[in-house]
């Protein structure tokens, strides 16, 4: 859908909370110990020697007596010691902090609910349970279910294991090989689009050409935390630049458009094929990434046809959300290879308009071996509300209004928010433009030659007020409930000059893209409470979407009429609806595919056969994360989700080498764990385990002492502890200083 994109810098909904509300909670924050300053000596080069005086002092001493706490009694605590465990390394020697990866394939006895036991350390694989901290049995069976616990725990050390093991795997996967395409065949690689709304892109392979059609990207999701955007597995294509002749490219939303800057120099710098308001887009936002090369963009028209070595490609118009929009047929020897795009249909009353016939008939003479076709809507029914019906209603909406009109909308909407404008200046009406996105796609389609206004119909924000406010609409960002965009800054009072006031009328001219529900409903209570009546497409038509439902799809397939179908956009079961559709106009069930990402797919036998390949292309999601593009950030989305969940817990032991007994009790950094003030006891006696476990490791000294070894018992410890405690499994990060 597509539209999510649009709304430009848009996240996900949830979390969306805006700064400044609620507890402060940093600051709140009492110092864990007041005398230590705790933050500045985690991580990085840690003081090898702090500068503290060296006292020599018994733990009973070092330690306040009200503060240290014997957990007596109990049995995940005592357990037998076993000192000096062979064999040694010495490697981490006085003065540094131990964070090395333990030697590999060394079995580590590993002590558990006051035995030991000498069993070799579990694998490390995946969610393996090495290092996990197993509650004891009676525990876990009341916590959370056998479930996801498994593999919740990593630390320093477990990040480069984690680390290595999946480059491992990743490289593993990269081997299997894709026998090359043979002579006469035509190859399909979807790249993605098919396992979810976004990042879509697919490939299509004949003799030494490739064509790419679309290249986009999907805003994060539950599973991937903190990630910027997913963009679809390129390496096929990477591993074949140089038959890469171009990237076709159907219209100009995000999860058709976003993924080029970051693709487009990986595959050899092809071509872009686009119409003029998409090229636009295209240039506008490559413009923000100046250390790209040049973009090449040819601007092609939908009668135009262009060749390559093998394969020619010509356009037709679809209708759909955004001006511009085209779907691409491309040309094999067995028929045409028909990809709509995103589409609808203009209708009135479930007719076609003639445009639409004129378009879809010219299909009657093709012979078409191949459809792929969008799937977003197939499983609603009939047709879609027509986008001139929301028109109308938006102008009586706006021509009733009797205070300020706001209409947040995505801003990739360009032909709503044109009609908008031009209703606005029929109605005498003044038109204000808030929001980043929103100010630059109005820039664009006025450059474009799709917007014309006399002046003095958009007025700047700041004079807003100098008008009555039943002669104000504005046209406004946020209507996802994006943290930033305009109507959330509004909704929170954080708004320079857009205040809403009693009578203002908020339209949200837009669905509620999955995921931004809970914002989306904060955002509209939110404006409610200060008086703004909450007008959106459940109340009124004053939405469409750009996609097709049953019976447009429907007869768009009675008009490609394909030899072969494979839906595209959507998930699974929207793909299912869209084959079942398919096969209801007359597609043989056994020409239908459903292709999932990486899916090679293949016609032989001059277009009698069609194949998948049991293999697929890589297809290892990518993700824009801060500066980095990658795919071996598995490890770093369960971090970030345990993190979430249960937080970290940080423990700093200074020891001293010779006698082998801390210097003084261990500090404790904890967020988003317990609330450090109310918990007190609990760390002490955290404190008082990591203490014993060094201490008992070290025995009369720290010479020959694994850090290593040594710091993976004091988390399992910790670890088992505070489970035990709180049922909750942070992540546990302990810090070894010798000194
Ligand atoms: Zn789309
Ligand atoms: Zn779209």
Request: hydrophobic letters at 35%.
């Amino acid at each position: 859908m597509t539209e999510k994109e649009t709304t430009g810098g848009t996240g996900s909904g949830q979390g969306n909370q805006p700064r400044g509300r609620g507890i402060p909670l940093r600051s709140a924050r009492p110092p864990l110990r007041p005398r230590a300053p705790l933050n500045r000596r985690v991580g990085g080069s840690a003081p090898a020697s702090t500068a503290r005086p060296f006292t020599p002092r018994t733990a009973a001493s070092a330690i306040p007596p009200s503060t240290y706490v014997r957990p007596g009694g109990d049995p995940t605590i005592h357990r037998n010691r076993n000192h000096g465990r062979a064999p040694i390394s010495r490697g981490t020697g006085s003065g540094s902090i131990s964070t090395g990866v333990r030697p590999a394939g060394r079995p580590q006895q590993r002590r558990n609910g006051g035995s030991t036991s000498s069993s070799p350390r579990p694998s490390r694989g995946g969610m393996g349970m090495g290092g996990r901290r197993m509650p004891p049995s009676n525990i876990r069976s009341v916590t959370r279910q056998s479930d996801g616990l498994s593999g919740k725990h990593f630390d320093d050390t477990r990040h480069r294991t984690e680390e290595s093991r999946e480059m491992r795997v990743h490289a593993e996967k990269k081997k299997v090989t894709i026998p090359p395409l043979a002579e006469g065949d035509v190859r399909v690689i979807v790249l993605g689009g098919v396992e979810c709304i976004g990042r879509n892109m697919l490939a299509i392979e004949y003799g030494n050409d490739i064509v790419v059609i679309d290249c986009g990207f999907a805003f994060k999701d539950g599973d991937t935390p903190g990630v910027d955007f997913i963009l679809p597995n390129t390496q096929y294509l990477e591993d074949r630049k140089d038959r890469v002749r171009a990237v076709l490219i159907t219209h100009g939303h995000l999860d058709h458009i976003g993924g080029l800057p970051y693709i487009l120099d990986r595959i050899g710098n092809p071509p872009v094929y686009t119409r003029n308001l998409t090229g636009m887009i295209i240039k506008k936002r490559h413009d923000e990434f100046p250390q790209l090369p040049a973009l090449d963009l040819k601007i092609v028209e939908t009668d135009d046809r262009v060749s390559f070595n093998d394969i020619s490609v010509r356009f037709f118009k679809v209708t759909h959300t955004i001006p511009d929009s085209m779907g691409i047929i491309v040309e094999t020897p067995y028929g045409v290879i028909v990809h709509t795009g995103d589409l609808k249909l203009n209708h009135v009353d479930g007719v076609p308009e003639p445009e639409e016939v004129k378009a879809f008939g010219a299909f009657a003479k093709e012979k078409v071996l191949l459809l792929m076709a969008d799937s977003t809507n197939c499983e609603r029914p009939g047709f879609s509300v027509p986008e001139p019906a929301v028109w109308r209603t938006l102008e009586t909406l706006i021509h009733d209004a009797s205070g300020r009109m706001l209409i947040a909308t995505f801003a990739s909407l360009l032909e709503r928010i044109i009609k908008i404008i031009e209703v606005c200046e029929r109605l005498n009406k003044k038109v204000v433009v808030d929001g980043r996105s929103m100010k630059a796609n109005i820039e664009l389609a006025e450059k474009a030659g799709m917007l014309k206004y006399k002046p003095g119909t958009l007025i700047p924000i700041e004079e807003m007020d100098n008008y009555p406010p039943d002669r104000i609409v504005m046209l406004v960002t946020g209507a996802q409930g994006d943290e930033f965009a305009v109507l959330m800054r509004a909704a929170y009072k954080k708004h320079k000059y857009l205040k809403i006031r009693e009578n203002d009328v908020v339209l949200f001219s837009s669905s509620v893209v999955p995921g931004n529900e809970r914002a989306v409903q904060k955002l509209k209570d939110l404006l409610s409470r200060q008086g703004a009546k909450i007008v959106h497409y459940q109340t009124s038509d004053v939405h469409s979407s750009g996609h097709a439902n049953r019976d447009e799809t429907m007869w768009i397939h009675s008009k490609i009429a394909p030899k072969y179908f494979i839906p595209l956009h959507g998930y699974h079961y929207m793909l299912r609806a869209h084959t079942e559709i398919s096969m209801a106009v007359g597609t043989p069930r056994e020409n239908c595919l459903i292709a999932e990402d990486g899916s090679i797919i293949e016609f032989r036998e001059k277009g009698e056969k069609m194949v998948k390949l049991p293999m697929t292309a890589p297809k290892e999601l990518i993700m824009v994360d801060g500066f980095s593009i990658g795919n071996i950030q598995e490890v770093v989305m369960r971090d970030r989700q345990m993190l979430a969940e249960d937080g970290i817990v940080v423990l700093v032991a200074t020891v001293d080498l010779r006698p082998g007994k801390l210097m003084k009790s261990p500090d404790i950094i904890a967020r988003g764990f317990v609330y450090v003030r109310e918990s007190q006891e609990l760390l002490n006696q955290a404190r008082l385990i990591v203490k014993k476990t060094v201490e008992d490791a070290c025995g009369a000294g720290m010479k020959g002492v694994n850090f290593e070894f040594l710091k993976e018992d004091v988390r399992d410890q910790v670890g088992k502890f505070l489970f035990q405690k709180t049922q909750k499994q942070p992540m546990v990060i302990p810090v070894l200083l010798g000194i």
